[in-house]
C-alpha cells in the first residue's frame, strides 16, 4: 500500500491494507468456526482454518463487492462459502452462524488497530530511550528558553528534552491504556440471540466467546455495537502520539532555522533538498511529523462523531464512517512515530550556538532572576531545580522497560 499524497505512508507497510483487514475478518471467522466445534454445537468435520481460501487477487473483488450489502464481510462470506463448498462443505454450512456483520467487521478492525498500536509503542520506547540520554547528556547544556516566541529565561537542553520526553511517556501510558481492545460479539442486535438460540444455553455461548478471546488473544466484554468507547479510547491515544511528536517538530523546526541553528537534523543522503535551490537542506521529516499532528485530531473527531450518532442497535452509516477513518489515522501515526523515531535518533545538538544565542539574550534575559536576586551572577539557569525535573521524567522512562 502506497499514498503519493501522504509521503511517508509506506514506512506502515502492510498494517491496515485491505488485505490486512480481509485477513483480520477470516481469523475471527475460524476462531469462532473453531469454538463452535470445540463446545459441541458444529459437528468435528466443521472444524477448518480457512487458510489458503482467499488470495491477494480477491481483495479487489471483496471491495467491489462491499457496496451492494454496505461493509466488506458480505462479499467476503460469499467467497468463502462457495470455495469451502469444494473443500468442506460442513464447514461452509457452519461459517458465520451466530454471528452479524458487525461482530466480525468491529473485531477484525480491533486486530488491525492492535497491530498498529504494538509497532507505535515500539517507537515510543525507542524515542524515550533516546530522550532520556539527550536529557542526562544535556542537563548542563545552558541554552535560551523562549515563551511566546520570545526569549523568556536561561534554561537547559536537558530541561527541554526532559520535556519532550514527559509528552512521549504520557502518550506511551494513554496508548497502553487504551489499546487493550476486546472482541465483539453480540449478533444481530447486540443481544446475543442467535448464539444462544444456536448453542442452547447462555452457559455455553459465554464458553465460545470466551474461547474465541482466547484464540486471537483479545479480553471479552459485552457487546459493545452502540458503546463506542474502545475505539473513541484508541482513536484519542493515537492523537495523544501526534501531539506529542508534534511538540517536537515544532522545536526542531525553530531550533533549524539558519538564524537560531541549535537543532539539525541528522544528514541523510538525498533527504531534504529542494527542487530548485541547491543551498537548501530541509528539516523534512520534522515538517511530515507536524503535519500528522495537525491532521490527526480531525480523524479522532470524526470517531467520535460517529460514536454521538450512534442510533438503535445498528446504526445508520455512524459504525460505517469508523473503518476508513481508523485506517487513515493508524497508519498516520504509524508512519509518524518512525519518523519521530528516527528523527530523534539522528538529531544534532549545536551547543555552541546554544551558547552563542544565549550570550546574545544578555542582559535581558537575566532580567527576571535579577529581579528576585539583584546579586545573582548570570550564566547559569536556576541549579538544582531542573536537575529535580529531569531525573524524574528519566527515571519514569526506565519502568517499563
Not at 39 to 57: E, T
Not at 206 to 223: F, H, K, N, Q, S
Not at 245 to 265: F, K, M, Q, T, Y
Not at 389 to 401: F, P, Q
Request: aromatic share 4%; glycine share 8%; charged share 20%.
Amino acid at each position: 500500500m502506497s499514498d503519493l499524497l501522504w509521503p511517508g505512508d509506506e514506512r506502515a507497510g502492510d498494517l491496515f491494507t485491505d488485505a490486512a483487514v480481509c485477513d483480520a475478518m477470516i481469523r475471527v471467522e475460524a476462531a469462532w468456526l473453531a469454538a463452535l466445534v470445540l463446545h459441541g454445537v458444529a459437528a468435528p468435520d466443521a472444524r477448518d482454518d480457512l487458510d489458503s481460501l482467499i488470495g491477494p487477487g480477491d481483495v479487489a473483488t471483496v471491495a467491489a463487492g462491499a457496496e451492494s450489502g454496505g461493509n466488506p464481510l458480505i462479499p467476503l462470506l460469499k467467497l468463502l462459502r462457495k470455495r469451502l463448498e469444494a473443500r468442506n462443505p460442513a464447514a461452509a454450512s457452519w461459517l458465520h452462524r451466530g454471528l452479524t456483520s458487525q461482530d466480525v467487521v468491529d473485531t477484525g478492525l480491533v486486530l488491525c488497530l492492535r497491530d498498529a498500536a504494538d509497532r507505535i509503542g515500539d517507537d515510543l520506547a525507542a524515542q524515550a530511550t533516546v530522550l532520556a540520554r539527550l536529557a542526562e547528556e544535556h542537563r548542563d547544556t545552558p541554552m535560551a528558553g523562549r515563551t511566546l516566541t520570545q526569549h523568556a529565561v536561561p534554561i537547559t537542553f536537558g530541561l527541554k528534552a526532559a520535556g519532550w520526553l514527559t509528552g512521549v511517556l504520557d502518550a506511551r501510558d494513554r496508548l497502553t491504556a487504551a489499546s487493550d481492545l476486546p472482541l465483539q460479539v453480540g449478533g444481530a442486535a447486540g443481544s446475543l440471540a442467535a448464539p444462544v438460540a444456536l448453542a442452547g444455553s447462555p452457559v455455553v455461548v459465554a464458553d465460545l466467546i470466551e474461547t474465541t478471546a482466547e484464540t486471537l488473544g483479545l479480553p471479552v466484554r459485552d457487546p459493545w455495537h452502540t458503546a463506542r468507547a474502545p475505539l473513541t479510547g484508541l482513536a484519542d491515544a493515537f492523537v495523544t502520539c501526534t501531539d506529542a511528536w508534534g511538540r517536537i517538530a515544532n522545536d526542531v523546526l525553530v531550533g533549524a532555522r539558519p538564524e537560531i541553528h541549535e537543532l539539525s537534523e541528522g544528514a541523510v543522503a538525498g533527504r531534504g533538498g529542494s527542487s530548485a535551490m541547491p543551498n537548501k537542506q530541509n528539516p523534512v521529516l520534522s515538517v511530515l511529523v507536524k503535519r500528522a499532528a495537525l491532521a490527526a485530531p480531525f480523524l479522532a473527531a470524526t470517531v467520535h462523531a460517529g460514536a454521538a450518532a450512534t442510533v438503535d442497535e445498528r446504526p445508520d452509516g455512524a459504525w460505517h464512517v469508523e473503518w476508513a477513518t481508523l485506517r487513515t489515522l493508524a497508519r498516520r501515526t504509524v508512519t509518524a512515530g518512525s519518523q519521530t523515531a528516527e528523527l530523534l535518533a539522528g538529531l544534532q545538538v549545536e551547543t555552541a550556538w546554544m551558547t552563542a544565542n544565549l550570550t546574545a539574550a544578555r542582559p535581558g534575559i537575566d532580567a527576571e532572576q535579577r529581579s528576585i536576586d539583584p546579586g545573582a551572577a548570570s550564566g547559569e539557569p536556576y541549579p538544582g531545580t531542573t536537575d529535580r525535573i529531569i531525573d524524574a521524567a528519566i527515571a519514569r522512562a526506565k519502568e517499563h522497560r
